[in-house]
């Protein structure tokens, strides 16, 4: 009895357990309401305290993708997009391009240091690129054959083929001293940037402070200090005062919290469903099947992208925080708004599935062809909320026209494995037209996460090569939208339809009364860092 | 001083005829309220809509009215059908689970008495073993062995929830084995096996019954543990655990239903299975005592 007793007793301490958690969450539920107000007017001086997200673990080497998303703080980069996301020149003064695409020459200022007091030359340009390339990690440089240091001050790096994206790794890559790159350099970085790293408690928070050896203008702040929090205690600290600018969800932005102002921010941080492009049967070389009998035919995709209601999703998911999203690069320089269709049209869908042959004829509310029933399993990462609520949203729309989507919640394991012949939400969005190109290229064919439905279409990828190999970045934007609808192909809803985007999700931010953080640009994926990009623009309010 | 023993004997002669008659009925009386309760969660479970499961964004994290009982969720499901169909898998988690573990812990602790000192050796280090790594652990790792999802869930529970009961099995059959008429029916050439039939189960029958009601409880809470952590179920399937794990999102905003409602169902569903089985235990542990 002595054993029954005992599991007795547990099970009276895992009700207790029970209960305890039931007054917590009563308890935390009332107290969110209070506070706040008490640290309101803390702030207004020359500092700054922010929680913007997740910790940068790899530390701060651009040559392990550093800077990707948001400004790299401490190193300075050779262009740099502005808030038109225009592209400027930062440490250049001066670049071009061959007749042949093959070799880039860009020019440097003089009087940048890095923050040890040693001038920023041609070879630590020349070291950070070649140092970048053969890391071989988050940056992919491989089309770069060599970098030529031309004079103290000029630089040419010379390509294998043609890349008119290259351009985007002369944006990102901050550059690197080559006197003091070391193994130690991810912890303690030395740039040229406007910040120095001051202190990095791991787990918890950076402190940066101003870069007096700076040759651009100063930053508004001397020092600021960055807190790694999730989103729940960025909200929270929010909340209690602590922070002047704070990362927030959007399910937490109807919430009022005195002193702050609730700022949003378009981005291109977009989802959408990805589809199968191919007939069922194939194989990748590493044996995971490949394409769906359903989502291969050219009426489901249409009807899908036609018969969804994109605001709805935006409003009833997004808090209305979001914008509808047609491509994977809406509001971008080389966006084509003629690629935008009408969606929200559920008669047009099934008049599209009539025609092409997809009729409900035994009456179950899914629609049947050939002895096939419409219908196709949608898999999304388990852990990711909005994208739970868009797929079964999504799913709940297309009941309507007699399309039956069988969600399922997946780890990243189980998606890669079945990601070639199921439909999957995915979520893309980049300051770099490459991703287009690695998305809707059939040279990318279930490489990694690329084009996993494996889509080609050769007018599209004629587009593509030829965006790909322009000489420059706006001879690029014709060829790029073109590649997304030219009339008659592309790889847009307007054509042949390979994805249904579904949204952008806009970056949702508590900022400080009186901190002014600039006019902030279209963001790319990734909610938190991107809004780094002009942090040295910021300041408070006269 | 006769008539103080004749006065307490007579005490005593009172409380026997009256106390078990009173116990047993009040015992039955909350016994069935229990069990009532458990069929209207269960059937609730069985009969409501899964409709109302699907997405309706016009109708999102609305308070609980007549309408909708315990609110809705940031999807506009209607909270009150996924707790109760939550709690129905629980339920059914828990059944296959407890019985499951029952049949292990049966037929170990019988296999123990029954097949000497080295069989007992062995089933005893294996309890131990099990009885050392807390349950959850355990749990977690069978069903991660098992490849997730509800198969793996119901196999984690079937295997970590036996030991405790195997144990009294043991001990009572141990005590069985000892008796003169088992030593009897030994001699008179009766195989182990009816022994075990004939002379063991009928006398366990009633501790493995409750065991049986008490392991209950305790593989509710487990599944819950193990879909609040997000292991196995893919987390828009309604299940009490996943449910409750999604309301902690929304505590800063306030949502107080999506927590409290879902806990206190879970918290009625398991404390009924436990006021079961411990008065199961006492009608049964009387008519022990009656017969003896």
Known sequence: ?542 | MTRVMFDSVARLQTRSAVYPIDYKRRSLLILLTAAALLMMLIMAGWLTNPDALSVQLDQRNLPPSFQHLFGTDWLGRDMFVRVMKGLLLSIQTGLAGAVCSAMIAAVLGIASALFGRQADRIITWLTDLFLSVPHLVALILVAFVCGGGMKGIVIGIALTHWPALARLIRAEAMQLMAAQYVQVSRRLGRSLFWIARRHMLPHLLPQLTVGLILLFPHAILHEAAVTFIGLGLPPHQPAIGIILSESMRYLSSGMWWLAVLPGAALLAAVRAFDVIGSHTKRLLDSQQYERL
């Open chain 1, 1 to 542: 009895m002595l054993n029954m007793r005992c599991a007795q007793t547990m099970k009276q301490r895992s009700i207790l357990l029970l209960w305890i958690t039931v007054f917590a969450v009563l308890a935390s539920g009332c107290t969110a309401r209070v506070g706040g107000s008490a640290a309101a007017d803390r702030g207004r001086g020359n500092s700054l305290v922010i929680a913007v997200g997740s910790e940068p673990e790899g530390g701060f080497d651009p040559a392990s993708g550093w800077g990707l998303y948001g400004s790299p703080l401490f190193q300075s980069t050779l262009l740099k997009r502005d808030n038109d996301l225009k592209i400027v020149n930062d440490l250049a003064t001066d670049w071009n391009v061959s007749d042949d695409g093959l070799t880039w020459t860009v020019h440097i200022r003089k009087d940048a240091v890095f923050s040890d007091g040693q001038p920023l030359t041609a070879g630590d340009v020349k070291f950070t690129f070649e140092t970048v390339r053969d890391s071989a990690s988050a940056v992919d440089l491989t089309n770069l054959k060599e970098v030529r240091v031309e004079e103290d001050y000029a630089v040419s790096f010379h390509l294998q083929q043609p890349q008119s994206t290259f351009i985007a790794r002369l944006i990102t890559t901050g550059i690197i001293p080559e006197h003091a790159y070391g193994r130690k350099y991810a912890s303690r970085p030395i740039g040229s940037g406007p910040f120095l790293l001051k202190q990095w408690d791991r787990g918890q928070q950076m402190i940066i402070e101003v870069n007096p050896e700076y040759y651009g203008e100063k930053p508004g702040f001397e020092q600021i200090t960055i807190l790694f929090l999730g989103e729940d205690a960025a909200y929270a600290a929010a909340r209690a005062g602590e922070v002047d600018l704070a990362y927030i969800p959007a399910s937490l932005s109807g919430m009022n919290v005195p002193g702050m102002r609730l700022e949003s921010v378009h981005s291109v941080d977009n989802r959408g469903i990805m589809f199968p492009y191919v007939p069922s049967g194939g194989q990748t070389p590493d044996g995971k099947p490949v394409g769906n009998d359903v989502t291969s035919d050219p009426a489901i995709r249409k009807a899908v992208n036609t018969a969804v209601d994109r605001q709805g999703l935006v409003d009833g998911i997004l808090e209305g925080h979001g914008s509808p999203a047609y491509t994977s690069s809406d509001g971008l320089p080389w966006w084509n708004e003629r690629a935008v269709i009408e969606d929200n049209k559920p008669e047009k869908a099934i008049a599209l599935l009539e025609d092409s042959g997809w009729r409900d004829t035994d009456g179950d509310g899914i629609r049947e062809k050939d002895g096939r029933r419409a219908e196709f399993v949608l898999m999304y990462p388990a852990g990711d909320v909005i994208r739970q609520s868009l797929a079964l949203a999504a799913a709940e729309m297309m009941k309507k026209v007699g399309i039956r989507i069988i969600v399922e919640g997946k780890s990243w394991e189980d998606l890669e494995q079945g990601m070639h012949e199921n439909a999957v939400l995915f979520g893309w969005g980049s300051h770099d037209p490459l991703e287009m190109y690695n998305l809707y290229s059939s040279s990318y064919k279930g490489v990694e996460y690329y084009n996993p439905g494996y889509y080609s279409n050769p007018a599209v990828d004629r587009w593509l090569d030829k965006a790909m190999h322009a000489l420059t970045e706006e001879e690029a934007l014709v060829y790029w939208k073109n590649a997304q609808w030219d009339g008659q192909n592309g790889m847009s809803a307007a054509g042949d339809a390979p994805w249904a985007w579904l949204v952008n999700i806009d970056h949702l931010y508590l900022v400080r009364e009186g901190l002014d953080i600039g006019r902030q640009r279209i963001q790319p994926h990734g909610h938190g860092w991107p809004i780094t990009d002009n942090i040295a623009e910021w300041q408070w309010k006269q």
